[in-house]
């Protein structure tokens, strides 16, 4: 009795230990994912006050906006088709 007594309670005891470095693993997988995400961490407050600030002061030289509209609504505005389609293409492999 004495045998099979101590081969359950190793048994058990083995068992016991390996649960408990399971449990440590999962314990410091869990604690390295909370230290990632309080790392990090943003304040989307923040963002969209300076998206806001931008779109307010946004650069824009109205007139020049306007004279080109009209250049190339009356066909004046010179293209360079080979630099446009140079440029689509590019951003068409950036996207890739």
Do not use: H
């Not at 083995?14 to 649960?19: A, F, G, T, V």
């Amino acid at each position: 009795m004495d045998k099979i007594t101590n081969s359950v309670l190793n048994s058990t005891n083995r068992n016991i230990l390996k649960d408990n470095i399971k449990a440590e693993s999962f314990d410091k997988s869990i604690s390295s994912v909370e230290t990632v995400a309080n790392e990090k961490v943003v304040d989307l407050s923040d963002i969209k006050s300076v998206a806001s600030n931008l779109a307010k002061s946004a650069p824009i030289d109205s007139d020049k906006v306007a004279k080109l509209k009209a250049e190339i609504s009356a066909g004046n505005y010179p293209l360079d088709l080979d630099k446009v389609s140079d440029a689509l293409m590019q951003v068409y492999r950036d996207m890739k």
